[in-house]
């Protein structure tokens, strides 16, 4: 027996180092594999939260003006008007929901919104670049419809663009619902208060394992 064995000795050691070495290599395209897959999925995220944006899916307005029949360029409409409706609406006729100097409206928007890296919001009010005014108003966000956290008081349309754009700052959570008031602390819209043809979260709220 032990003759047998010093025969096949140096044969089972070859074989021991061709599978070691076998294993090394299935190792290294398993790290491969896992990091490519990482990198692509981090990509795709980037790439889908820098891409899409969530708009509108309903609208409540407890104040707002009623449509115009002045035929002014820009013509006040009801607020559901707003469903659906992305910032490229600004490319389209100019038609706003006109808020006057104290109104309201709540958007329950598509899907949920989180605070990521950049501005989170991006609300589109009809102003100077329009021929109008740049009228001040305040934004809130919430979770439930009920409970509101505001993120932007008596702001303005960022210079020289039709749109402010919000950053969340350090506020975490999941949010659905955008809430936009004519005006706010000690600062009134003019008469005819600000006029909005678009609302945009712009980071979808990815939630794994839940």
């Known amino acids: 027996m032990s003759s047998v064995l010093a025969r096949h000795a140096p044969s089972l050691v070859s074989s021991g180092i061709m599978v070691a070495r076998f294993a090394k290599i299935l190792s290294a395209a398993a790290l491969i594999v896992s990091l490519v897959s990482a990198a692509s999925l981090v990509a795709w995220a980037e ?3 820098a891409t899409s944006v969530i ?16 035929g ?6 009801s607020p ?42 991006r609300i589109y009010e009809r102003g100077s670049l329009q021929g109008e005014t740049d009228d001040p108003f305040s934004v809130f966000v919430s979770a439930n419809g009920h409970e509101w956290v505001r993120v932007a008081d008596a702001i303005r349309n960022d210079p020289g663009r039709s749109s402010a754009e919000i950053d969340l700052g350090t506020l975490h959570g999941h949010f659905r619902f955008i809430r936009i008031l004519a005006g706010g602390d000690g600062c009134l819209s003019g008469e005819g208060g600000p006029g909005f043809f678009a609302i945009e979260a712009l980071h979808p709220s990815i939630d794994f394992g839940r």
């Not at 910032?87 to 409206?105: D, F």
């Open 47 to 49: 790439d889908d939260q």
């Open 55 to 70: 708009v509108p899916q309903s609208i409540t307005a407890a104040r707002w003006l009623p449509a115009s029949t002045d």
């Open 72 to 77: 002014a360029p820009c013509s006040c409409l």
């Open 80 to 121: 559901d008007v707003l469903i659906g409706r992305s910032g490229n609406a600004s490319s389209e006729p100019c038609t706003v929901v006109c808020l006057g100097a104290r109104g309201l409206l709540i958007a329950k928007m598509t899907a949920r919104f989180a605070n990521r890296i950049g501005p989170d919001l």
